[in-house]
């Protein structure tokens, strides 16, 4: 069945570092890909999405390319800023098959440090 | 301002009892999802509902009830049969399930203990 897979956490970056989250997916049909950020208590946020191959969401300095090639959609940001603190959740839309499916990652705890 | 609310941000219950979780979205979204996450988890699908008077069961339905009366309204009983009710609830909407390219929108969610 599908999945999504990401790296596993925490992630903790200084301020101004590269930032790089993998996520690979698995999928029956043609997805969509979506990245949310959840700060602590709060629910979740779109942060970017990607609906076709080679599609490049971006979104606040955060970027990820969906690549069909070798089902992925890394998030990346070439300078993360302490209040990028939070976590990263990756997803998939499909409705290919003619059910519905959204599926969401476990999530990956960034922590950037001052 | 168009959003979700989800009332309360905390709510705490006796083991036993039936607890009701309030869901309104004023953006006028056919869809509504109820999901659970747990430390250290992803989201888990309990309900979802693409139109009024009709829902679908998601992943891990046991244990919980749902309506939709209306279509800004998604209630979520949890129910004494939920074997681990303590948890973080969150309710989600979105345009519709037509298109997979639907983003979905987030409540603040409601943090549930049950002792």
């Known amino acids: 069945g599908d999945s999504v897979t990401q790296m596993e956490g925490p992630v903790t970056l200084s301020e101004e570092a590269f930032l790089t989250i993998n996520c690979t997916y698995t999928?029956?049909?043609?997805?969509?890909l979506f990245w949310y950020v959840q700060y602590p208590g709060e629910g979740l946020q779109l942060l970017l999405k990607?609906?076709?191959?080679?599609d490049k969401g971006s979104n606040k300095g955060f970027e990820a390319t969906y690549r069909k090639e070798t089902t992925s959609f890394h998030l990346e940001k070439g300078s993360v800023q302490v209040s990028d603190s939070a976590v990263y959740f990756c997803a998939l839309s499909d409705i290919t098959s003619g059910t519905y499916k959204y599926i969401f990652g476990t999530g990956t705890r960034l922590k950037v440090l001052a | 301002d168009g959003g979700i609310t989800q009332s309360p941000k905390y709510l705490f219950r006796k083991e036993g009892q039936n607890v009701t979780l309030s869901c309104e979205q004023n953006l006028n979204h056919d869809a509504m999802y109820w999901y659970r996450q747990d430390p250290g988890q992803g989201l888990r699908l309990i309900y979802y509902s693409q139109i009024v008077n009709d829902f679908q069961k998601g992943d891990i339905a046991e244990g919980y009830s749902v309506s939709r009366e209306k279509k800004e309204s998604f209630p979520l009983t949890v129910t004494s049969a939920q074997k681990n009710p303590t948890a973080f609830y969150l309710c989600a909407s979105s345009i519709g399930l037509r298109q997979a390219a639907y983003e979905q929108y987030f409540g603040p969610g409601t943090r549930l203990t049950v002792t």
């Open positions: 999928a029956t049909g043609y997805p969509s």
């Open positions: 990607a609906t076709k191959a080679d």
